[in-house]
């Protein structure tokens, strides 16, 4: 089992018999829990959290949470092996390249603890598809790629436009639906796949990071490490 300890230098770990693991969120954009340990990849956290400049940065009203840190599940978290034993993330992994996902899956069994339970929520190809196929409308292709965001409206130019598409992570890069998503878990090593609904889970911490709109018409799943 761990403790965490928070202090200015970082992050220590204790091992504590009595303790149960941590709960660890990435992706969490502004829903930071103080019970999770938020992670969250965006170039703007990290730019807020660079010592001395980040502070004069103003030009993003909402700012991360305080307790939110910038980490990228795909590139590997700085935690221990089977530290946690509830893992989230809402959204995340559809803004994940094919390898990518890969990666972070294999991450995602690292840091989960045996019988540790990793819940996750993604836009579902499958309704977005069956909406498609059952559209009469004569722009239903148009609303297909636009909920599946694979689509560009607009391609962006110049400086700005290069900056934006190398180091932002807003537009969608795989789209699931639960059988091969569930396929890409078992092949990780996890164990016990299923569709999950909005908070269904029996680990009641879920309920701090779960948010409803977020699971409407989306793909919910729950496994274990």
Same mark, same amino acid.
């Given at each position: $089992?761990?403790?965490?300890? /928070?202090?200015?230098?970082?992050?220590?770990?204790?091992?504590?018999?009595?303790?149960?693991?941590?709960?660890?969120?990435?992706?969490?954009?502004?829903?930071?829990?103080?019970?999770?340990?938020? #992670?969250?990849?965006?170039?703007?956290?990290?730019?807020?959290?660079?010592?001395?400049?980040?502070?004069?940065?103003?030009?993003? =009203? *909402?700012?991360? @949470?305080? *307790? !939110?840190?910038? +980490?990228?599940?795909?590139? +590997?978290? @700085?935690?221990?092996?089977?530290?946690?034993? =509830?893992? #989230?993330?809402?959204?995340?992994?559809?803004?994940?390249?094919?390898?990518?996902?890969?990666? !972070?899956?294999?991450?995602?069994?690292?840091?989960? $603890?045996?019988?540790?339970?990793?819940? =996750?929520?993604?836009?579902?190809?499958?309704?977005?598809?069956?909406? #498609?196929?059952?559209?009469?409308?004569?722009?239903? =292709?148009?609303?297909?790629?636009?909920?599946?965001?694979?689509?560009?409206?607009?391609?962006?130019?110049?400086?700005? &436009?290069?900056?934006?598409?190398?180091?932002?992570?807003?537009?969608?890069?795989? $789209?699931?639906? #639960?059988? /091969?998503?569930?396929?890409?878990?078992?092949?990780? +090593?996890?164990?016990?796949?299923?569709?999950?609904?909005? &908070?269904?889970?029996?680990?009641?911490?879920?309920?701090?990071?779960?948010?409803?709109?977020?699971?409407?018409?989306?793909? &919910?799943?729950?496994?274990? +490490?």
């Amino acid at each position: $089992m761990v403790r965490l300890h /928070s202090d200015r230098v970082g992050i220590r770990f204790e091992r504590a018999c009595d303790l149960p693991g941590l709960a660890v969120q990435f992706g969490c954009g502004w829903c930071a829990p103080h019970e999770w340990l938020n #992670y969250d990849s965006s170039p703007t956290l990290r730019f807020e959290r660079t010592p001395l400049i980040g502070r004069l940065y103003t030009r993003n =009203a *909402n700012r991360f @949470p305080e *307790n !939110a840190r910038f +980490g990228n599940i795909a590139a +590997g978290l @700085p935690l221990p092996d089977a530290c946690c034993d =509830a893992l #989230y993330a809402s959204h995340v992994l559809e803004h994940l390249a094919l390898d990518e996902l890969r990666a !972070a899956l294999q991450e995602c069994r690292r840091l989960l $603890m045996p019988d540790g339970l990793f819940r =996750a929520v993604v836009p579902d190809l499958a309704y977005l598809v069956s909406c #498609y196929r059952e559209s009469t409308n004569p722009d239903a =292709a148009i609303q297909f790629m636009k909920g599946t965001e694979l689509g560009w409206n607009t391609r962006s130019r110049g400086v700005r &436009g290069f900056v934006t598409e190398s180091l932002g992570n807003s537009r969608h890069r795989w $789209m699931w639906d #639960y059988l /091969s998503l569930r396929e890409e878990l078992l092949q990780a +090593g996890f164990k016990g796949v299923r569709r999950a609904s909005f &908070g269904d889970s029996s680990d009641v911490r879920f309920r701090q990071v779960e948010a409803e709109d977020r699971w409407e018409n989306a793909l &919910g799943i729950e496994c274990a +490490g």
